[in-house]
């Protein structure tokens, strides 16, 4: 697969959810799920469409293990985190059992921004 397409197409997927609950917030007058706003634009879109242009820019950052790891990482932790948060910020889950599954999936974005940071050092020096 290409990691950059990858990036790049769900981070615009990401966009046009996030301006879709902008639309809403702004509509509604309900700002509730604002911080997952925030983060489906910033985590989602800003931060995917980064890595997308820069593992399409920077010559060998795309290939590897690592950058397959770091694209698996990214979607899963993001994708859970952000549906956790939006069932919490609505209370629809008690926070002491969302909690610590938030976690672990904020550990998986991690997990592949270190993969990400130590191809980046490798393939830029
Ligand atoms: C048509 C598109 C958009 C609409 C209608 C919209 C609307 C809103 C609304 C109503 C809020 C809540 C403000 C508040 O509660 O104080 C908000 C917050 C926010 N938006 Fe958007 N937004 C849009 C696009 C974006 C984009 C593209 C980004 C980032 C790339 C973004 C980043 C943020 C951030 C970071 C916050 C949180 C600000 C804070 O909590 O201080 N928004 N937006
Ligand atoms: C796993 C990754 C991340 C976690 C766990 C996280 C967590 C948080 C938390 C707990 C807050 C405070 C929310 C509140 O007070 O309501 C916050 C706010 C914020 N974060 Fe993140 N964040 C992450 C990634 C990012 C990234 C990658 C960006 C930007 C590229 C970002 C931008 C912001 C901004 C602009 C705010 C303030 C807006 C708001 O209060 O809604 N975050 N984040």
Redesign the pocket.
């Known amino acids: 697969m290409n990691i950059s397409r990858g990036f790049l197409v769900i981070g615009s997927l990401y966009l046009l959810v996030g301006i879709g609950l902008g639309m809403h917030m702004g509509a509604s007058g309900d700002h509730t799920l604002?911080?997952v706003h925030?983060?489906i634009n910033?985590?989602g879109f800003?931060?995917m469409s980064i890595f997308g242009l820069a593992y399409r820019l920077i010559p060998g950052l795309a290939e590897g293990w690592m950058p397959k790891a770091h694209f698996w990482l990214h979607q899963i932790?993001a994708l859970i985190?952000l549906i956790g948060l939006t069932l919490l910020m609505l209370g629809k889950v008690e926070e002491a059992s969302i909690g610590p599954i938030l976690g672990i999936f904020?550990l998986f974005?991690?997990a592949g921004t270190i993969l990400w940071t130590v191809n980046l050092w490798k393939r830029t020096a």
Do not use: K, Q
């Open positions: 604002a911080p925030a983060h910033l985590l800003a931060v932790g985190l904020e974005i991690l």
